[in-house]
Antibody, heavy 122, light 110 residues
Framework: QITLKESGPTLVKPTQTLTLTCTFS??????????VGWIRQPPGKALEWLAV???????RYSPSLKSRLAITKDTSRNQVVLEMTSMDPLDSATYFC??????????????WGLGTLVTVSS | QTVVTQEPSFSVSPGGSVTLTCGLN?????????PSWYQQTPGQAPRILIY???TRSSGVPDRFSGSILGNKAALTITGAQPYDESDYYC??????????FGGGTKLTVL
């Protein structure tokens, strides 16, 4: 059974750096084709893909946020960390991590964490 | 900038069929974008329904089907049920290795 859980601060101040951790189980980030992605959703708005890191340490970022994001993995601890700098109230959202697969037969975000709500306010 | 377009809202009668679409502001959606579809109810995490254009995820009823219609990806729900009332998002894998989600379609069943 695959599970993912997001953790991190619920409140950050403008200009601060947000650090979120995704702790997962039921799969290995050293398996070919496997990745973990981050997606956010402001209240009442649409999903926005942020970043993904793959088994081979390939990292991809949303072009509009690339300068502010950094994604890393700790395969031995089954964790993926996302950092977002220069936080702004517009970054207030529920942040999800999700299990991603990209192989010749499978793609997409197949398992999601419950999400963590982050509010940016002074 | 890549923009994935979806109908903001759609309404279907119980038992009826509806097709939601997923397009690109520039160009056509093809299987090479590996379209996927997600269902989200309020307060819940998204759930994958379809991946690789037309493959149903495990446990998804065959009332849900995916396809390419013209220049868009499409999600068709046949025999809509009241509990299908949700937000539906499509996701596309771009050639540069990034993913993009559409703006979502709010489906009402009444």
């Amino acid at each position: 059974q695959i599970t993912l859980k997001e953790s991190g601060p619920t409140l950050v101040k403008p200009t601060q750096t947000l650090t979120l951790t995704c702790t997962f189980s039921g799969f290995s980030l050293s398996t070919s084709g496997v990745g973990v992605g981050w997606i956010r959703q402001p209240p009442g708005k649409a999903l926005e893909w942020l970043a993904v890191i793959y088994w081979n340490d390939d990292k991809r970022y949303s072009p509009s946020l690339k300068s502010r994001l950094a994604i890393t993995k700790d395969t031995s601890r089954n964790q993926v960390v996302l950092e977002m700098t220069s936080m702004d109230p517009l970054d207030s959202a529920t942040y999800f991590c999700a299990h991603n697969i990209f192989t010749t037969t499978t793609s997409g975000f197949h398992h999601w964490g419950l999400g963590t709500l982050v509010t940016v306010s002074s | 900038q890549t923009v994935v377009t979806q109908e903001p809202s759609f309404s279907v009668s119980p038992g009826g069929s509806v097709t939601l679409t997923c397009g690109l502001n520039s160009g056509s959606v093809s299987t090479f974008y590996y379209p996927s579809w997600y269902q989200q109810t309020p307060g819940q995490a998204p759930r994958i329904l379809i991946y690789n254009t037309n493959t149903r995820s495990s446990g998804v009823p065959d009332r849900f089907s995916g396809s390419i219609l013209g220049n868009k990806a499409a999600l068709t729900i046949t025999g809509a049920q009241p509990y299908d009332e949700s937000d539906y998002y499509c996701g596309l894998f771009m050639g540069s290795g990034i993913w993009v989600f559409g703006g979502g379609t709010k489906l009402t069943v009444l």
